[in-house]
């Protein structure tokens, strides 16, 4: 719990009125908690209600989503926008598709990316979005209809200078060239108000890698500076088997890794020599088809019902990249008891607050979502100056630039740490780094009476 009485009169606060969201409620306690040190030092945060204004969303818009399925039938989706923090810059963050998406999970990931995007070193905001749609199973014209009626409320509260969405689970290339279509069809604008886009118009190269591949140069990085150590000849396990899993194992293995397993919602898949990625890519990007068919081209491999046995294969290095709390204390005991030294994450939250005491307790280095997987809204900013610019870079320059600032992530989270007397813990590292910027130009901001 809270040693200081602000911290703590907070916190009360943001439950009181946040009942019962515990996504939400999990990343504030967790940022809050790393704070202590600086809030003592700084009395002004207190004089200005600074972290009451910090943990409520400067707006939450949440709307109804009617679309018709291919038999004709009519369904109702709930989608949500929540404009966090825009004291740095425009709100930015993605939109996720997903049955499990609520206003807790929402706000979670908007809380978070507000620090993400901090961390970046870019001008961004935070905000987060999404629906309860099941993308799963339905046609492409069924998600057309979706999307399509999904921005034509959506539109109304976005813009390129005020709030730029993004992909992320269920939502890729193809949601978004849906979701942009309709936006340009509504305001007769041809700007760059969503990143992701394809490369016909306006997208970035390297964006589709950009997340997998800065958790490796993060992942490496960090690596380098606190172990003495890197990726290469590291036996590697990655969960999930979406966009951010995938473009993780290809950088992993180009850095020499042996990567063994993947997953998806319904099981995993270990393969010791090494998965096959041009299997999975198949499998996962050109049919949308299920891990357990890796089993079918690569028969050594093995394929088990259910995905948390995961993390009881033996390994060096875990990069969770699939949702929200996939290791829990067992997961994280199983890891350390079997040799894992490194924990970095590319999934949003993939760790419980006691998965993370195990980490800690034993040594693991263990880097947090907000600084490892913020691969991808750097390259979504890279995507914002290009379309300003109206130019656009080459891989090579794009993937140079997301090496720098994932590198640069990693320093600045790594010193905020040592700042505040805990060296080497980035989770409090990130919090800290992510928050001074927010919190100066809230500072600077002045309050609205
Ligand atoms: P995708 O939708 O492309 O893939 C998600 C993958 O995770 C799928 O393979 C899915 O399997 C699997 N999965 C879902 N739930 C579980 C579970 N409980 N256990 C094991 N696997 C599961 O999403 P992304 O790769 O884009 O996103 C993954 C994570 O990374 C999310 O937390 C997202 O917020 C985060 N992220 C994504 C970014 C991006 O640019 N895409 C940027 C930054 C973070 P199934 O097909 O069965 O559902």
Redesign the pocket.
């Known amino acids: 719990m809270f040693k200081n009485e602000y911290l703590q009169k907070v916190y009360a606060e943001v439950e009181a009125r946040n009942a019962g969201e515990v996504e939400f409620l999990q990343a504030v306690r967790e940022v809050l908690e790393s704070l202590e040190m600086l809030v003592e030092k700084h009395p002004e945060y207190e004089k200005n209600g600074l972290l009451e204004r910090f943990c409520e969303p400067e707006r939450f818009i949440q709307f109804r989503v009617p679309w018709v399925d291919d038999a004709g039938k009519v369904h109702v989706n709930r989608g949500f926008r929540v404009q966090f923090n825009s004291a740095i810059g425009p709100y930015k963050g ?1 939109l ?1 598709l ?1 049955p499990s998406v609520n206003a807790s999970v929402i706000k979670f ?1 908007g809380f978070e990316q507000v620090l993400k995007n901090s961390l970046t070193g870019l001008p961004m905001g935070g905000g987060k979005g999404g629906s309860d749609f099941d993308p ?1 199973g339905k046609s492409d014209a069924e998600v057309m209809r979706f999307c399509q009626s999904f921005m034509t409320e959506l539109q109304r509260h976005i813009g390129q200078f005020t709030d730029v969405p ?7 290339g193809r949601e978004i060239g849906y979701l942009y279509g309709q936006y340009k069809r509504m305001r007769n604008e041809f700007v760059g108000v969503l990143t ?1 886009k394809g490369l016909t118009y306006g997208g970035s190269l390297a964006r589709t890698e ?2 997998g591949y800065g958790l490796c140069y993060f992942t490496e990085e960090a690596m380098n500076n606190m172990m003495n150590d890197s990726l290469k000849g590291k036996t590697v396990v990655i ?8 473009y993780a194992t290809q950088k992993a293995q180009q850095l020499g890794a042996n990567v063994v397993a993947l ?4 099981g ?1 898949i270990h393969d010791p020599d090494g998965i096959k990625l041009d299997v999975v890519m198949e499998i ?1 990007l050109s049919r949308r088809g ?2 357990k068919e890796y089993v079918e081209a690569v028969p050594t491999a093995r394929y088990c019902e259910g ?2 046995g ?1 993390w009881t294969i033996p390994c060096d290095v875990a990069l969770p ?4 709390n ?1 290791i829990d204390e067992a997961g994280a005991k199983a890891l350390v008891a079997n040799g894992c030294k490194v924990v970095c994450e ?5 760790s419980t607050p006691e998965a993370i005491n195990v980490y800690l307790a034993n040594g693991v280095l263990y880097g947090p ?1 907000k600084a490892a ?5 750097s390259v979504s900013g890279l995507e914002m100056s290009q379309n300003s610019l109206r130019l656009s870079w080459t891989f090579e320059e794009v993937d140079q630039r997301l090496q720098g600032i994932m590198r640069d992530i990693f320093h600045n989270a790594y010193h905020a740490s040592k700042e505040c007397g805990a060296e080497g813990n980035l989770m409090v590292g990130a919090n800290v780094a992510g928050f001074l910027k927010v919190a100066d130009a809230m500072l600077a901001q002045g309050i609205a009476y």
């Open positions: 993605g996720r997903h990931l799963k993004a992909g992320d689970i269920g939502v890729g992701g950009a997340t969960s999930g088997s979406g966009n951010v899993a995938i997953s998806d919602s319904s995993y996962k299920r891990i995905c948390s995961i990249c699939a949702t929200q996939e590319g999934a949003n939250m993939p979502a997987n913020a691969g991808v809204v």
